[in-house]
């Protein structure tokens, strides 16, 4: 087989790759808790009577310096969403960079000093790292590590039939914002991306209904919404059904998906946390992320069903209902 770009955009092709070659050519797999063979955003490995999280993360992202954020913010964040949708709290990074013959000098100051302001936001501090130079034209690359604490690990195949899904604000911001600079369309208010640590979110929403209230998360970066509900539905053996008008998706960005024709369900974001908890406790964790900052657009989408397992539907605002898809790959390149 030969590498597309495909094969690193989440959805089903990556999958492919990840379950059809990763996974067969590696024997350990797991050190007692949540391994890799669980395709979740990380590990759990158990530590006690808590279990420490570990998870890595790559980025690519082009370009390096988009509206709302840089790669700098986008390698934090990302490492620290993964830690956090896992439940876990963010004790430290460390960063990895691949930086190619020639890249600006200033540039990478302004992308350190973007990393270190971010990581004062959870906070978290950076702790090791290393450093690669190679020939011109890559431009950088940054690899993010990082590690945090459990009291009860979250993985993304918990949903239980009758639980509720949220979301903590709109979506597709993140994916459409970079599309949106790359073709060079305007619109009166600039579009920008949602790039931002969520640790205070899920923090909240644990504090207000308990971590074992919490049953699934997700964050739903590349393949976006579609993506992350198709995996959970899957892994839990679970039906999703979505009602299309309860997602939050901003005007702009639903004006730019209709000029770009892209689904903004499909693309990438980088600020948002997806997560499914028992109906009776809906709205007190919906309370819990409309308090915080970053969750202050926070929405209940949908449910979690019995029909249709391992799928997804989406009921439309005229009352019919489709499948929603898992997206071949994330239809912006390059976007994380």
Do not use: Q
């Not at 200033?106 to 350190?112: S, V």
């Not at 998706?249 to 980088?270: H, K, Q």
């Amino acid at each position: 087989m030969k590498i597309k770009l495909e094969h690193g955009a989440g959805g089903e092709i990556m999958e492919e790759l990840l379950r059809d070659v990763v996974l067969k050519s590696l024997s350990l797999k797991s050190a007692g808790g949540i391994g890799l063979d669980a395709l979740d955003d990380g590990a759990a490995i158990p530590l006690g009577d808590k279990h420490l999280v570990f998870t890595i993360d790559g980025h690519t992202v082009k370009p390096l310096f988009f509206p709302g954020g840089d790669i700098g913010r986008l390698a934090v964040s990302g490492t620290v969403n993964d830690l956090a949708v896992m439940g876990a709290k963010p004790l430290a990074l460390a960063n990895s960079m691949i930086i190619g013959e020639g890249f600006d000098g200033e540039d990478l100051k302004r992308i350190l000093r973007s990393m270190d302001e971010t990581a004062k936001e959870v906070p978290v501090p950076i702790v090791t790292g290393d450093t690669k130079v190679v020939e011109d034209g890559i431009g950088i690359f940054v690899i993010t590590a990082g590690i945090g604490i459990a009291e009860r690990p979250v993985s993304d195949a918990g949903a239980e039939v009758g639980d509720v899904v949220l979301v903590s604000g709109t979506l597709g911001d993140h994916g459409i914002a970079l599309m949106s600079h790359r073709e060079g369309i305007a619109f009166e208010t600039e579009l920008e991306s949602d790039v931002a640590p969520i640790w205070e979110v899920v923090e909240a929403v644990a504090k207000a209904i308990g971590w074992e209230n919490i049953h699934a998360m997700k964050d739903p970066t590349r393949g976006g919404l579609s993506n992350a509900l198709n995996e959970m539905a899957r892994k839990a053996d679970v039906g999703i059904l979505v009602r299309e008008a309860d997602v939050p998706v901003r005007p702009e960005v639903r004006a730019a998906s209709d000029m770009l024709g892209i689904n903004p369900f499909d693309v990438a974001n980088e600020g948002k946390v997806v997560m499914i908890v028992p109906r009776e406790h809906a709205e007190e964790a919906l309370e819990a992320m409309r308090s915080t900052e970053k969750g202050k657009n926070a929405a209940i989408i949908g449910d979690v069903i019995e029909d249709y397992r391992g799928k997804v539907l989406v009921e439309t605002g005229i009352g019919g209902k489709r499948f929603l898809e898992p997206p071949a790959g994330d239809p912006v390149p390059r976007v994380c």
